[in-house]
């Protein structure tokens, strides 16, 4: 799914990956005291409800003290003529107040859209029924209808949706609350029941909101989008962050079968196939379509085969289509939660932001109750030692009594309490005299050491994690967003790239010219234009998993990235919570002058791979991966026949000695400037390329093939890549070897 620049619309197709709501679920115990409260409310907040003086008898409460004296118990008697008694309680009820537009246009004010309470003004209409209402202590009324926002739009029949200020009229003449549990109290959804406090939070993407609160904890921005599982074409630039006011309109996907044929594939949220069918019927109907025939084939998949008139146009059908029927619907979210045991309207982005801070606090707990369950697995096993090892168990023998067996062992535990993390108490002593006999008789010292090291890494490792609780939480959200979010498999590579000769990395290998053979390829890989941002952007989209590239395509023609690129590279994949992969399989090891050519880049890639140079010479690959990525290949998931034999390994460690010696990378730094400064200087170059000892010569007129033959022939080794020489000397070359192996290419290049 994409968010479509400029235009505010977000892609949803039926495929995408499996779509997780964010879903906040609102219970009303009872729909008449529920409604009834709301509306209380409502004209509490319009206008205070005005009753007749009563008369009351007052008593001064002298407050000498300091002790509250409790208000005396006031009679009351009842506003109704039938109700003189003393605490009695006159109740009238009346029904329903149903309002058409042919009623409330009559009432209506000057600008009917106004949202300051001025729309209409109702108060005629119930001034009639005010001596009834203040002749009574409770005036309840119920509501035919539901109501509408301030400024609508207002509906009638039969869909109602009626002016607020019928509420502010009822409030203004007195009474005390108004229901409106009808058949019409779903005519608005649930928002026709609960008013204004009804929640309707929109479905989003289950990988987004996992990368969007990964995101929040590692204080990064973000944005949500609905993400709706039917699919189709979501307008999402009122959407105001869920919030009430926004809205999101929703197309379906209409594609031509033929020029009379028109086929619905993807349908709005809310809507179904019998519903679409159903509008496009009434919509012909009425005259307001054109069209012969309309089929519903849905099986697994949405099908609504249209069969458009001989003389009408399928794009005007199209058109039409979305104009008069339900392929596009207008969906207005309002993001109502319970918070601290109050409503509260928030949008999706503060949801979320709480949502991922209150489980981070939750991953603290844990980790506080794991620490505790270690502590006293610590305790348990290092007593059980002490008590052991030293036969403090001896101590019982001769004891008349439990207490004085406790207390025996109590004061033979005295010199080792120091030991301990927490003092010896009453239930520690108990449990160690009521171990077996067996168990004392088969103790194994060396087994109980190593579980008690155990502990106390795992000990160390839970506080690291508590320390650290913002990188354990995003950690514990990769791990859901891996195990559950799946869609994301593509790996982009660059144009021009090479990653091997295996079929894996020859599928990854941005060159056509190395897909001519051993199929079939490895799907799952999509190719960038080196360099160009525009078209990075278009292809990182939601099923993109990590983007592999090389600091400098050797293959390619020994072409360095761009610095701009490569920033982009690694800020988008960031936002997206996308890997990105250096293949430094010909640039690592101080190929370029650093360790890594990612160093030279100002940046450090989450996998790194590297191999020829790390062993000399001898068969040798790595990974380097970082804390995001290391615990994807446990112990025994990954191997070779002959990797990590001894050999290669020793060689290995021998190569990165000698690279990471003081002043050897500097050194190959000078060689470098040294090597490419004499290059420029010769006839027939015309430009030099790569990094440091990684080195690709443009020539003015001569092939580069024809180069490389030549200076064979007289001793001196020498690569191409595409139209270019390519020079890989070693590290350890030598002042005089630069001098002679320019001088060869010199005189090759002048004949």
């Not at 619309?9 to 005291?33: C, D, F, K, M, N």
């Not at 039938?82 to 009623?103: A, E, K, Y």
């Not at 069209?291 to 099908?303: F, G, L, M, Y």
Request: proline residues 4%; glycine residues 8%; contains cysteine.
């Amino acid at each position: 799914m994409g968010h479509i620049r400029g235009k505010g619309h977000h892609r949803t197709t039926a495929s995408h990956s499996p779509v997780r709501a964010l879903v906040v679920v609102l219970v009303i115990v009872a729909v008449l005291v529920g409604g009834g409260w709301l509306v209380v409310r409502h004209m509490q907040a319009a206008a205070p409800v005005a009753k007749p003086d009563k008369a009351a008898t007052v008593t001064r409460v002298d407050l000498d003290n300091k002790q509250a004296v409790p208000e005396p118990v006031v009679e009351h008697h009842g506003n109704s003529p039938d109700c003189p008694d003393t605490d009695c309680i006159s109740m009238l009820v009346n029904g329903d107040l149903l309002f058409h537009p042919n009623l409330w246009k009559h009432f209506a004010g000057a600008n009917t859209a106004a949202t300051a309470g001025t729309a209409f003004d109702f108060t005629p209409l119930f001034e009639t029924m005010k001596p009834y209402i203040q002749a009574s202590d409770i005036a309840v009324c119920e509501f035919e209808t539901p109501i509408a926002k301030r400024g609508g739009p207002y509906t009638g029949y039969p869909v109602f949706n009626v002016p607020p200020e019928v509420a502010d009229a009822a409030a203004s003449v007195g009474y005390t609350a108004c229901t409106h549990a009808t058949n019409h109290s779903w005519d608005q959804g649930a928002d026709g029941i609960a008013v204004g406090l009804a929640s309707k939070i929109l479905p989003h993407n289950f990988v987004e909101l996992i990368n969007a609160a990964i995101a929040h904890l590692q204080g990064r921005d973000f944005q949500l989008y609905p993400d709706f599982p039917t699919g189709g074409m979501a307008d999402v630039s009122r959407y105001n962050d869920g919030l009430r006011g926004g809205t999101v309109k929703v197309r379906a996907k209409i594609s031509k079968i033929d020029k009379r044929t028109l086929a619905i594939t993807e349908i709005p949220y809310t809507t179904t196939t019998e519903s679409i069918k159903d509008s496009i019927i009434k919509a012909n109907d009425k005259g307001k379509i054109k069209i012969r025939k309309v089929d519903d084939n849905t099986a697994d998949k949405v099908e609504i085969v249209i069969q458009v008139s001989p003389d009408e146009s399928s794009d005007k059908t199209i058109d039409a289509l979305y104009a008069f029927t339900d392929c596009e619907v207008s969906i207005a979210p309002n993001s109502c939660v319970i918070w601290d045991e109050k409503p509260h309207f928030l949008g999706v982005s503060e949801i979320l932001r709480r949502s991922a801070e209150h489980t981070k606090s939750l991953l603290g707990l844990e980790l506080k109750i794991r620490l505790g369950e270690l502590s006293e697995a610590w305790h348990a096993a290092s007593l059980e030692r002490i008590f052991i090892e030293n036969r403090l168990y001896q101590l019982i023998e001769g004891c008349k009594s439990r207490e004085e067996a406790y207390s025996a062992v109590d004061k033979g535990l005295e010199p080792f309490k120091m030991r301990l993390r927490r003092e010896v108490t009453l239930e520690d002593v108990q449990k160690l005299t009521e171990l077996k006999f067996i168990r004392i008789s088969r103790y194994d010292s060396e087994k109980a050491d190593n579980e008690i090291r155990q502990i106390e890494e795992d000990l160390k490792s839970t506080q690291y994690d508590l320390d650290h609780l913002t990188e354990y939480a995003v950690a514990y959200y990769e791990r859901i967003r891996d195990k559950y979010g799946k869609g994301r498999h593509k790996i982009l590579t660059l144009v021009n790239s090479f990653h091997g000769r295996t079929l894996c990395t020859l599928s990854a290998t941005g060159q056509d010219v190395f897909h001519n053979y051993f199929f079939p390829f490895v799907e799952g890989f999509d190719y960038v234009t080196a360099n160009d941002i525009a078209d990075l952007e278009a292809k990182l989209d939601d099923t993109v998993c990590a983007v592999m590239l090389e600091y400098i395509q050797g293959e390619g023609g020994v072409n360095a990235l761009e610095q701009a690129f490569v920033d982009a590279v690694f800020e988008k994949c960031a936002a997206k919570d996308v890997l990105v992969i250096a293949d430094e399989v010909q640039t690592g090891v101080g190929r370029t002058g650093t360790f890594l050519a990612g160093e030279q880049f100002g940046h450090k890639a989450d996998v790194t791979t590297l191999a020829k140079g790390i062993a000399g010479g001898l068969p040798m690959g790595a990974c380097l991966a970082n804390e995001k990525c290391a615990g994807v290949l446990d112990k025994g998931s990954h191997g070779s026949t002959f990797g990590g034999n001894p050999v290669c390994c020793a060689g290995g460690l021998a190569v990165l000695n000698t690279i990471t010696a003081d002043g050897f990378l500097a050194e190959v730094q000078r060689k470098a400037k040294l090597l490419r400064e004499k290059l420029e200087k010769l006839d027939g170059v015309e430009s030099v390329s790569g990094l440091g000892l990684m080195i690709g010569i443009a020539l003015k007129d001569k092939k580069a093939i024809d180069v490389a033959n030549a200076a064979l022939e007289k001793g001196l080794l020498v690569l191409t890549a595409k139209t270019k020489v390519r020079l890989l000397p070693p590290l350890t070359i030598t002042d005089e070897e630069i001098e002679k192996g320019v001088a060869i290419l010199a005189d090759v290049l002048s004949k």
